[in-house]
Each structure stands twice: as C-alpha cells, then as structure tokens.
C-alpha cells in the first residue's frame, strides 16, 4: 500500500508570494492534518479534515488555508508568505479523525524556504 | 486543557546502554498516548500507544513505555541502545476537548533527540 505522498519536496519562494503544497493520503483515509515544524517552535497543528470538511484548526492567521477533494487529497495554501514561515510542511493521514485514533501516517513533508 | 511536556531535549548514550527518555502529560479526561520517532529528513512514525488497555505497552524495534497515572508519566525505554535509533522522539497526547463530545485534539511535545555513540 502507497504511504502518504507529498508535493513538492522542496521549494524556494519569496516573501510575499504564495505557495500551494499537496496531499494524498493513503487509499481508504479520510483524514488529513497539517502541521509545521521549525527548529524553534517544533512542530505546530495548522489544521484537519474530515470527509471535505475542516474539522480542528490551529491557532495559525488566516493566511494559512486548506481544504480536502472528494477523493480525500488535501492541499494547504500559504499566501504573502513571510520569512519565518520556512518550514517543513509536515501531512499526516488517518483512517478515521485523527483524535479518535491518534494513529498518523505521515509523509516525508514540504521544506519550504521563503527568502 | 490538556499538555505535554518532554522533560529532555537532548539525551546521548552510548551504544549497548539503556535509553530513558521522558514525558509527562496533562489532561482533563482519560487521555490516550503515544510516542513517534522521526529520523533526519524523514516524517513522523508511531512507536507505540497507550489506549486505557495495559499500562506497560510494547512498541517497534524493542521499545517500550509505561503509563503511571499518579505520577502523570509516559516514559520511553529501551533496554539497550542501537546507532539505527539515533533519531527525534515525541510524546504525544490525545484528550477530548469536552466530555461527552467527539472533539478532541492531538498535543505534541517539543521533542527529545537521542543521539547515540559508537
């Protein structure tokens, strides 16, 4: 079975552009978190759906945005990226929501680094 | 509200020796645990979890840890140390954010390296 895929692996944008980074989930997953992680904050919840909805969000601005397909792919948007929002861009998906089980898989993550 | 903290954030051994990392937790109702480890460049893989079941439970490649509710501990063991489990490891706690209700989050801890000497 596929593990958790994400794209791009690695990305360089500059402060104020937006960037776009996807998710496919294992087959038969309904579930898809975000977080990022620094070296500073460690690793952070931006959000989780649910079967297309938004089920849980962090405490990130409204600049972070997300949203899940009916085939249960997910894709996290940035926009007027800053500096500090290079980070590795980590999903993780789970059968059911991802309280219920705690059991994340999670894939190899984004690096994204704004200059 | 509920709370995780990891009590290390670096720990060395040396190969062959018993690793200890530690993790405490806190929590408004019966919270589950867990532990996942992530190698360099890599995701996050669970270890182990604690679900209400046994208190000592057995996870991948020799690990183990035991849920201690009077002392609110989660404490990561291994009997002897492996150069392959030089990694980063999170305590993790799951809790639901109103009793009765189905909503709920995850809480990671910030993190414990294990580094590992020949």
């Known amino acids: 079975k596929a593990g958790v895929t994400q794209t791009p692996r690695y990305l360089i944008k500059t402060r104020g552009q937006q960037v776009t980074l996807s998710c496919s989930p294992i087959?038969?997953?309904?579930?898809v978190s975000w977080y990022q992680q620094t070296p500073g904050q460690g690793l952070q919840f931006l959000f989780e759906?649910?079967?297309?909805?938004?089920?849980n969000k962090g405490n990130f601005p409204g600049r972070f945005s997300g949203r899940q397909f009916s085939n249960s792919r997910s894709e996290m948007n940035v926009s007027t990226l800053e500096l500090g929002d290079s980070a590795l861009y980590l999903c993780?998906?789970?059968?059911?929501?991802?309280?219920?089980?705690?059991?994340?898989?999670f894939g190899e993550g984004s690096r994204l680094t704004v200059l | 509200a509920q709370s995780v903290t990891q009590l290390d954030s670096h720990v060395s051994v040396s190969e062959g020796t018993p690793v200890l990392l530690r993790c405490n937790y806190s929590?408004?109702?019966?919270?589950?645990l867990f532990w996942y480890v992530q190698h360099p460049n890599k995701g996050l893989q669970l270890l182990l979890k604690?679900?209400?079941?046994?208190?000592l439970v057995k996870g991948i490649n020799g690990f183990e840890a035991e849920f201690k509710k009077s002392e609110t501990s989660f404490h990561l063991t291994k009997p002897s140390a492996h150069m392959s489990d030089a990694a980063e490891y999170f305590c993790v706690v799951s809790d639901r954010l109103l009793r009765g209700t189905s909503y709920g989050k995850l809480t990671f801890g910030q993190g414990t390296i294990l580094t590992v000497h020949p």
């Open positions: 759906y649910f079967s297309e909805t938004q089920r």
């Open positions: 604690y679900t209400s079941a046994a208190t």
């Open positions: 087959s038969g997953h309904r579930s």
């Open positions: 993780a998906s789970s059968l059911e929501a991802a309280f219920n089980t705690g059991e994340l898989f």
């Open positions: 929590s408004s109702y019966s919270p589950s």
